[in-house]
Structure formats: C-alpha cells, structure tokens
C-alpha cells in the first residue's frame, strides 16, 4: 500500500531504464486507499509517476515540470479506475530515436521506430503529459503543455509487460 502525499521528486528517474521513475506504483493490484498527491515532480530523466497493475488509486494536485518521456504514466494497459484529477504536466521532453532526450523533428507525423538499447519505449518520440493505456480510468480536470500532445490514448490490442497474456 502506498500513501504519498506533499513531497518533492527532483532529478530521479533514470532514461529508458524501466522501473527507474521517480514514483512507482508497482503490481499492487486493488489499492483504493493508495494516492499519490499534492507533489511536485521537476526535472525528471524519465516520467514523473508509472501506475503499473495497480487499480483504483488516487493520483490529484500534483505539479510536474521538465521531464523527460510520458509523464503521468499508465503502464500496462490493465490499469483501471484509478483516478487523475487536477494534475499538471509540463515541458515535457520527447525521447529521440538515438536516445537522446532533445526534443526532435516538426509536425504530427513520425516515422516508425522500433524498442532497442537507445529506445525503451518507441511511443516516447511522442511524449506528452498523460499516457492513459485504459479508457476505465477518471481523468478529472488536468493540465498538460508541451510534448508531442497534452493526452495520448494509445489503442493497445493487447496488455503490454508482465500482463500481455492476460
């Protein structure tokens, strides 16, 4: 169980090494009395928080500034009614095809990139504020400038990570 309240996170999280974030909320399951809150998160090497198999926790009133990759953070696609209310997330640093953390390129095309050592994630040459893996989530209210896009809604056929064959 995890009770995180009025804390500051600065210069944590480690690029493209997964599970290095600042706050992570690992395969806890049900945890409706789990939260995140009232925190700050800045100048972040990678998200400001993952949500990972974890259900119906609170993540509301925090501030997250200068981080590098997807910010608020649904992991898997298994995550759901977990709440995210009145959060914010911004300049937020795309992650280069060469794993470089400066944001790149022009427009809304990209062409096609593939995990490897530089490259964890490929959606992260697309980072924006929220990663929301699962439409059974509450997004409440929040704020998002800079990244590829304020909200991005990937369409997952399947879970990814330890959950993909569920």
């Avoid at 995890?2 to 690992?26: A, K, S």
Wanted: charge should be negative.
């Amino acid at each position: 169980v995890g009770y995180v309240e009025g804390i500051e996170l600065y210069r944590m999280g480690q690029t493209n090494v997964l599970g290095r974030y600042p706050i992570h909320f690992h395969l806890l399951g049900d945890c409706p009395e789990c939260y995140f809150k009232s925190s700050s998160v800045h100048e972040s090497y990678y998200r400001c928080i993952s949500v990972h198999g974890t259900n119906q926790m609170t993540v509301s009133e925090n501030v997250a500034y200068d981080i590098t990759g997807f910010c608020y953070y649904l992991e898997d696609g298994v995550e759901q009614e977990n709440t995210l209310s009145y959060n914010l997330g911004a300049f937020i640093h795309m992650i280069g095809p060469s794993g470089n953390s400066i944001p790149w390129g022009t427009g809304q095309t990209t062409e096609t990139y593939y995990e490897s050592d530089n490259l964890r994630l490929p959606a992260d040459v697309t980072a924006s504020a929220f990663y929301i893996t699962n439409v059974h989530n509450n997004i409440i209210g929040n704020a998002a400038s800079g990244g590829w896009a304020g909200l991005a809604f990937p369409s997952l056929p399947t879970p990814l990570g330890v959950h993909k064959d569920v």
